[in-house]
């Protein structure tokens, strides 16, 4: 049975930094492209950012250059570091596992953000 537990949310004031982990297991965690999403009330899940199995990254435009995303294998964790952190990165978290035939979420983590 697949499970993601994300955990590392919380409160933060405006430019501050959170770390977020996403513990997987039940998976070959290097077979999947990992990623993180968020959803804040009244919008549409969005992505935020994602690794492939060998470390290839991507990012949402309103997150690049303030949150990296990265992966350790050997701990099928993954992880998101967020600084300058704005009241518009208040939301849910949520960890996700694409595989080729299965697609995976966690619970979500929620991520508040003080002005």
């Known amino acids: 049975q697949v499970q993601l537990a994300e955990s590392g949310g919380g409160l933060v004031q405006f430019g501050g930094s959170l770390r977020l982990s996403c513990a997987a297991s039940g998976m070959i965690f290097s077979r999947y492209i990992m990623g993180w999403y968020r959803q804040a009330p009244g919008k549409q899940r969005e992505l935020v950012a994602a690794i492939t199995p060998g470390g290839t990254t991507n990012y949402g435009d309103s997150v690049k250059g303030r949150f990296t995303i990265s992966r350790d294998n050997a701990k099928n964790t993954m992880y998101l570091q967020m600084n300058s952190l704005m009241p518009e990165d208040t939301a849910v978290y949520y960890c996700?596992?694409?595989?080729?035939?299965?697609?995976?979420w966690g619970q979500g983590t929620q991520v508040t953000v003080s002005s």
């Open positions: 996700n596992a694409k595989g080729v035939f299965n697609n995976y």
